[in-house]
């Protein structure tokens, strides 16, 4: 159990289109969801999360226009990475956190990542 | 703000070898430390660690924590090739109102050649 899914796996797009990348809990339902990115040779570096039904807690620095956060349902929330730009290439992880334990329980299941390439 | 500082950052050695991984951290009302490794995707999940002088165990893989000295190692024996990844250390740390959070360390690139 407890299995992420992330779509696409990988994605090339040109500078200034938006991409947007979905993350399922596919076995559980996740009331938060996390977004992460990560550089080459870096940690990974949360951006937000992201809660069912309520709009997205953003990190210090991450702009909350160009990465648009949407957790519609308790198995999926999207990240759109708006006019996208070369410096935005990076791999984007998600995590989902099981609704069972309640909101002192921090295990986190992460999704395969998604690397994308900006042109 | 969360701090988490892993060392070495990176590390290469022989098969059979032992090594000992290190994570120190500064962090807001502390709930958990956890070791990942991470190979070309994702994390994958080896260690929560909650209490200080308990041994978590799992292999050749097993990890300590002290909560005094703000601490914790993993340390990997009888190193195969399999083992070379990136260990991640993060901690989580309650933020007052909210769902706590993790806060990663840069990692430690371990290489184990033959």
């Known amino acids: 159990g407890a299995v992420v899914s992330q779509h696409p796996s990988r994605v090339i797009c040109k500078s200034g289109t938006s991409v947007k990348i979905e993350c399922r809990s596919l076995d559980f339902q996740a009331t938060t969801m996390f977004w992460y990115r990560q550089f080459p040779k870096k940690s990974l570096m949360l951006m937000a999360t992201?809660?069912?039904?309520?709009?997205?807690?953003?990190e210090q620095g991450v702009e909350k226009d160009k990465f648009l956060i949407n957790h519609a349902s308790l198995t999926l929330s999207t990240l759109t990475v708006t006019s996208a730009h070369p410096e935005d290439s990076s791999f984007y992880i998600c995590?989902?956190?099981?609704?069972?334990?309640?909101?002192?329980?921090?295990?986190?299941?992460f999704g395969p990542g998604t690397r994308l390439t900006v042109l | 703000e969360d701090k988490v500082v892993q060392s070495p950052l990176s590390l290469v050695v022989h098969e059979g070898d032992t090594v000992t991984l290190n994570c120190s951290y500064e962090?807001?009302?502390?709930?958990?430390l956890l070791w990942y490794k991470q190979e070309k995707k994702a994390p994958t999940f080896l260690f929560m660690l909650t209490s200080s002088g308990i041994e978590k165990k799992s292999g050749r893989l097993s990890s300590i924590l002290d909560k005094k000295e703000l601490f914790s190692i993993l340390n990997i024996t009888a190193t195969q090739t399999g083992d070379s990844a990136v260990y991640l250390c993060a901690v989580d740390g309650l933020n007052t109102g909210t769902a706590s959070k993790l806060t990663f360390g840069t990692g430690t690139r371990l290489q184990v050649t033959l």
């Open positions: 995590s989902a956190r099981r609704l069972a334990g309640g909101p002192m329980f921090n295990e986190q299941f």
């Open positions: 962090v807001t009302n502390f709930r958990s």
């Open positions: 992201s809660n069912e039904g309520s709009k997205a807690t953003y």
